[in-house]
C-alpha cells in the first residue's frame, strides 16, 4: 500500500539562522572560491583548505564550535567546469554530505545552501539530492521499519528565509513524485506485480481529483488491445501476474481554461524474461526496473496532484505486464491485427514494450483528436540501444508535429535546469521504413530479427517508429488536418542500474517542463 502520510524520505524545517538548536551538525555543500557570507564560517573554510588542500574534492568532518553541535560536514563540489559541468553536481555533493553524516549517526542535520552564479536551481537540486541519498526501497521499509526513517528531519539554511520555504515546499511535491515513482519502479517483480501496482495506485489517489479506470478483462484485452493481450497471454492464468491497463486523469476544477492536454503512456513490464526469446547469460537481472515507465507516470501525477495546475488536462495509461515465458507464451511468427488494424508479424517476444503501449497508444490518440492542445507521450525503459548510445541519460524524440513545437529541446532544457538531463534524437524516414512489412501478409513487423536492439542500426528510433504505425499516429503528421504531437521518451539509461536504486527519471523534467514553467 501507498503511505500517503509518509510520501518523503525525511522532513524537512526550514531555519532563519545557523545558530539553532536541535541539530547534530551543519552540512556545506562548498564550490571553489565561494565567498560564505558568515565570517567565522569563510575563516574556519579558508583554514582548512590551507592545511589539507585534498579537502577541495574530498568530503570530510571537522569539529567547529560555532556550527550546531561543533561538527561541521564540508562537502565540496570540486572544480566546476561551466562549460561541461550542471546542476547535477550540487545534488551528488549533497546527497555524498547526508551519507557521510549518515555514516557518523547524525540524524539532524543542517543543509547549508547558497545561491551559485551560473547554476541558478543548485540550491532546489541540493535539497532533491539530500533527500534522494535518504530514500529507503519500499520492501526495505516494509521488512525493516525500525531502520526507516534514515533522519529524525533535516533542516535547510539559506540567506533569504521566505525563499527557503518555498524551496522545501517546491522540493517536496517533486521529490514525493519521484519517491512514488521509486516505490513502483525499484520494487521487486513480486512486490509489484500487476495488481499489486493498481492497489499501490488505487491508494494513493483515493479520495484525490485523480480519476482511476483499470482493466483487467482478458476478454477486453482481446478485443480491444490485442498486442498488449499476445504479452500478456502466458501471465494470464496466474491471478497474481495478471496483466492491468490502468488509466489516470486530472482535470482542473474549470474545465474552460484548459489550454493543453497531455496524453502519457508508460511501459509497466514488472518482469521481462524476454519470452519465448527467453534472456540468457545473466541478462534477466535487473529486468524488474522495466517497470519505470509506467512508475514515471504515477510518480508524475502525484506532482500533478500536489500542484493542482489549472489550465492542463493529464490522461495516463500505465500499460502493466509480466513479460513471462510458457506453453502460453506469445511467440515468434505470430500474426496480430491491432487495435489501429495493421497487421503486425512478431519476430522477437524480447521487444514485448512496443507491443504493450502500442494499442494504448491508439486509444489516447483516439481520444487526443477530439482534446484541447493535445500532446501524446510514451515513456519506456524500452531499448538497449537508448544505453548504449546516450549513456545513463534520457533520449528523447519527437514526430514532426512535437518537433515543430520544440518539444524535444523544451524538455532537454527543463531537465538540464533540474539535473534530469536528456539527449535529443530525431526521427527520420528510416523510422517509417524500419517496420515496414517484409512480405504481403504483413502490414509492420515488430523489430529486426536480431538478439537485441543494441545490436540494430537506428536501435532505439526504430522501436518508435514500430509505435507510430501500429498506433496509427503516423496518419496525424504535419500535413493531415489533424496533426497530433507525439514524444517518444526511453530511460533505459536513466532509469536507474539495478541493485542501485531506481532514479524516478523523468519526472523532474517533465514538472518543470509543463507544471512550473
Same mark, same amino acid.
Given at each position: 500500500?501507498?503511505?500517503?502520510?509518509?510520501?518523503?524520505?525525511?522532513? #524537512?524545517?526550514?531555519?532563519?539562522? !545557523? !545558530?539553532?538548536?536541535?541539530?547534530?551538525?551543519?552540512?556545506?555543500?562548498?564550490? &571553489?572560491?565561494?565567498?560564505?557570507?558568515?565570517?567565522?564560517?569563510?575563516?574556519?573554510?579558508?583554514?582548512?583548505?590551507? %592545511?589539507?588542500?585534498?579537502?577541495?574534492?574530498?568530503? $570530510? %568532518?571537522? @569539529? #567547529?564550535?560555532?556550527? /550546531?553541535?561543533?561538527?561541521?560536514?564540508?562537502?565540496?563540489?570540486? /572544480?566546476?567546469?561551466?562549460?561541461?559541468?550542471?546542476?547535477?553536481?550540487?545534488?551528488?555533493?549533497?546527497?555524498?554530505?547526508?551519507?557521510?553524516?549518515?555514516?557518523? *549517526?547524525?540524524?539532524? /542535520? !543542517?543543509?547549508?545552501?547558497?545561491?551559485?552564479?551560473?547554476?541558478?536551481?543548485?540550491?532546489?537540486?541540493?535539497?532533491?539530492?539530500?533527500?534522494? &541519498?535518504?530514500?529507503?526501497?519500499?520492501?526495505? *521499509?516494509?521488512?525493516?521499519? +525500525?531502520?526507516?526513517?534514515?533522519? +529524525?528531519?533535516?533542516?535547510?539554511?539559506?540567506?533569504?528565509?521566505?525563499?527557503?520555504?518555498?524551496? %522545501?515546499?517546491?522540493?517536496?511535491?517533486?521529490?514525493?513524485?519521484?519517491?512514488?515513482? *521509486?516505490?513502483?519502479?525499484?520494487?521487486?517483480?513480486?512486490?509489484?506485480?500487476?495488481?499489486?501496482?493498481?492497489?499501490?495506485?488505487?491508494?494513493?489517489?483515493?479520495?484525490?481529483?485523480?480519476?482511476?479506470?483499470?482493466?483487467?478483462?482478458?476478454?477486453?484485452?482481446?478485443?480491444?488491445?490485442?498486442?498488449?493481450?499476445?504479452?500478456?497471454?502466458?501471465? =494470464?492464468?496466474?491471478?497474481?501476474?495478471?496483466?492491468?491497463?490502468?488509466?489516470?486523469?486530472? @482535470?482542473?476544477?474549470?474545465?474552460?481554461?484548459?489550454?493543453?492536454?497531455?496524453? !502519457?503512456?508508460?511501459?509497466?513490464?514488472?518482469?521481462?524474461?524476454?519470452?519465448?526469446?527467453?534472456?540468457?547469460?545473466?541478462?534477466?537481472?535487473?529486468?524488474?526496473?522495466?517497470?519505470?515507465? $509506467?512508475?514515471?507516470?504515477?510518480?508524475?501525477?502525484?506532482?500533478?496532484?500536489?500542484?493542482?495546475?489549472?489550465?492542463?488536462?493529464?490522461?495516463?495509461?500505465?500499460?502493466?505486464?509480466?513479460?513471462?515465458?510458457?506453453?502460453?507464451?506469445?511467440?515468434?511468427?505470430?500474426? %496480430?491485427?491491432?487495435?489501429?488494424?495493421?497487421?503486425?508479424?512478431?519476430?522477437?517476444?524480447?521487444?514485448?514494450?512496443?507491443?504493450?503501449?502500442?494499442?494504448?497508444?491508439?486509444? #489516447?490518440?483516439?481520444?487526443?483528436?477530439?482534446?484541447?492542445?493535445?500532446?501524446?507521450?510514451?515513456?519506456?525503459? #524500452?531499448?538497449?540501444?537508448?544505453?548504449?548510445?546516450?549513456?545513463?541519460?534520457?533520449?528523447?524524440?519527437?514526430?514532426?508535429?512535437? *518537433?515543430?513545437?520544440?518539444?524535444?529541446?523544451?524538455?532537454?532544457?527543463?531537465?538540464?535546469?533540474?539535473?534530469?538531463?536528456?539527449?535529443?534524437?530525431?526521427?527520420?524516414?528510416?523510422?517509417?521504413?524500419?517496420?515496414?512489412?517484409?512480405?504481403?501478409?504483413?502490414?509492420?513487423?515488430? &523489430?529486426?530479427?536480431? $538478439?537485441?536492439?543494441?545490436?540494430?542500426?537506428?536501435?532505439?528510433?526504430?522501436?518508435?517508429?514500430?509505435?507510430?504505425?501500429?498506433?496509427?499516429?503516423?496518419?496525424?503528421?504535419?500535413?493531415? =488536418?489533424?496533426?497530433?504531437?507525439?514524444?517518444?521518451?526511453?530511460?533505459?539509461? =536513466?532509469?536507474?542500474?539495478?541493485?542501485?536504486?531506481?532514479?524516478?527519471? /523523468?519526472?523532474?523534467?517533465? $514538472?518543470?517542463?509543463?507544471?512550473?514553467?
Amino acid at each position: 500500500m501507498a503511505d500517503k502520510n509518509r510520501l518523503l524520505s525525511t522532513h #524537512l524545517k526550514a531555519e532563519k539562522s !545557523l !545558530l539553532v538548536d536541535g541539530y547534530d551538525c551543519l552540512i556545506l555543500v562548498y564550490w &571553489s572560491n565561494q565567498t560564505l557570507k558568515e565570517d567565522f564560517l569563510r575563516e574556519a573554510v579558508d583554514t582548512l583548505l590551507q %592545511i589539507d588542500p585534498s579537502l577541495k574534492t574530498e568530503i $570530510a %568532518i571537522h @569539529v #567547529l564550535p560555532s556550527v /550546531p553541535a561543533g561538527r561541521l560536514v564540508f562537502a565540496p563540489t570540486g /572544480p566546476l567546469d561551466e562549460d561541461y559541468d550542471d546542476v547535477r553536481s550540487f545534488g551528488e555533493t549533497a546527497a555524498k554530505g547526508i551519507r557521510r553524516a549518515i555514516k557518523a *549517526r547524525f540524524r539532524r /542535520p !543542517l543543509l547549508y545552501l547558497q545561491k551559485h552564479p551560473t547554476f541558478k536551481n543548485a540550491e532546489l537540486v541540493s535539497i532533491l539530492g539530500a533527500l534522494e &541519498s535518504t530514500y529507503v526501497n519500499i520492501q526495505v *521499509r516494509e521488512y525493516r521499519p +525500525d531502520g526507516y526513517p534514515k533522519l +529524525d528531519f533535516l533542516g535547510v539554511y539559506t540567506e533569504d528565509f521566505e525563499k527557503t520555504e518555498k524551496l %522545501i515546499n517546491l522540493a517536496s511535491v517533486l521529490e514525493s513524485g519521484r519517491y512514488v515513482a *521509486r516505490d513502483i519502479g525499484g520494487a521487486d517483480p513480486e512486490r509489484m506485480t500487476p495488481p499489486r501496482i493498481q492497489e499501490y495506485v488505487e491508494d494513493l489517489f483515493k479520495n484525490t481529483d485523480i480519476k482511476i479506470n483499470v482493466i483487467s478483462d482478458v476478454d477486453v484485452f482481446s478485443k480491444d488491445y490485442p498486442l498488449f493481450e499476445a504479452v500478456n497471454r502466458a501471465a =494470464s492464468n496466474i491471478d497474481r501476474h495478471k496483466g492491468r491497463i490502468i488509466y489516470l486523469e486530472y @482535470v482542473p476544477q474549470d474545465p474552460s481554461k484548459i489550454t493543453e492536454t497531455l496524453f !502519457l503512456v508508460g511501459k509497466g513490464v514488472t518482469y521481462d524474461t524476454g519470452g519465448a526469446n527467453i534472456k540468457t547469460g545473466g541478462a534477466m537481472a535487473g529486468m524488474s526496473y522495466d517497470k519505470c515507465g $509506467a512508475a514515471a507516470v504515477v510518480g508524475f501525477f502525484q506532482v500533478v496532484q500536489s500542484l493542482k495546475p489549472e489550465n492542463i488536462r493529464v490522461v495516463g495509461a500505465l500499460a502493466v505486464v509480466r513479460n513471462s515465458v510458457g506453453s502460453d507464451a506469445y511467440v515468434s511468427d505470430e500474426l %496480430i491485427q491491432s487495435r489501429s488494424g495493421a497487421l503486425v508479424r512478431v519476430t522477437n517476444t524480447d521487444a514485448e514494450g512496443r507491443m504493450i503501449m502500442a494499442d494504448v497508444l491508439c486509444k #489516447l490518440k483516439e481520444e487526443a483528436v477530439h482534446a484541447v492542445n493535445p500532446h501524446l507521450f510514451t515513456i519506456a525503459t #524500452l531499448t538497449g540501444h537508448a544505453a548504449l548510445s546516450a549513456g545513463e541519460y534520457t533520449i528523447v524524440i519527437d514526430n514532426g508535429p512535437a *518537433r515543430k513545437a520544440g518539444t524535444a529541446y523544451k524538455l532537454q532544457n527543463a531537465g538540464e535546469e533540474i539535473g534530469d538531463p536528456f539527449e535529443v534524437s530525431i526521427f527520420r524516414r528510416d523510422e517509417l521504413l524500419f517496420p515496414k512489412g517484409r512480405s504481403d501478409e504483413e502490414d509492420i513487423v515488430q &523489430s529486426r530479427q536480431l $538478439a537485441s536492439s543494441a545490436r540494430t542500426s537506428r536501435g532505439h528510433q526504430g522501436p518508435a517508429g514500430f509505435l507510430l504505425l501500429a498506433s496509427g499516429l503516423e496518419k496525424h503528421g504535419s500535413a493531415d =488536418s489533424k496533426p497530433l504531437k507525439f514524444t517518444h521518451i526511453d530511460i533505459a539509461g =536513466s532509469a536507474g542500474n539495478f541493485p542501485h536504486p531506481s532514479t524516478g527519471t /523523468p519526472v523532474l523534467a517533465l $514538472a518543470n517542463a509543463f507544471l512550473l514553467n
